[in-house]
Nanobody, 123 residues
Framework: QLQLVESGGALVQPGGSLRLSCEGS????????MGWFRQAPGGEREGVAC????????IYADSVKGRFTISRNNAKTSIYLQMNNIVPEDTAVYYC????????????????WGQGTQVTVSS
């Protein structure tokens, strides 16, 4: 059974950095699209960054380009989200998700989800 567990969420000051981790089990990570999504209070779940194939092709939301980096560790069946120069608008619950290979970085394309980890940006 495919399972995803996120960690690393925290309270962080504007301009700070944070690294989120997602540990996967029950599947071969390279065979899936893997992504980070977020949902702010009252908002829809949106794609932040995705890796969509074994070659490591990445997709980023415009709002995080140049600030966030998604990476993958195939040996550990994990993905990471390095968040730099964080801004208050990054406050949200961040979710790790998996889908078939070459899935668009859209929440409704991803059938498997972790439980989420809270990121709060405040001074």
């Amino acid at each position: 059974q495919l399972q995803l567990v996120e960690s690393g969420g925290a309270l962080v000051q504007p301009g700070g950095s944070l690294r989120l981790s997602c540990e996967g089990s029950g599947f071969t990570l390279e065979s899936y699209s893997m992504g980070w999504f977020r949902q702010a209070p009252g908002g829809e779940r949106e794609g932040v960054a995705c890796i969509i194939n074994s070659a490591g092709t990445t997709i980023y939301a415009d709002s995080v380009k140049g600030r966030f980096t998604i990476s993958r560790n195939n040996a550990k069946t994990s993905i990471y989200l390095q968040m730099n120069n964080i801004v208050p608008e990054d406050t949200a619950v961040y979710y790790c998700a998996a889908a078939g290979v070459f899935a668009p970085c859209k929440a409704d394309e991803y059938p498997w989800w972790g439980q989420g980890t809270q990121v709060t940006v405040s001074s």
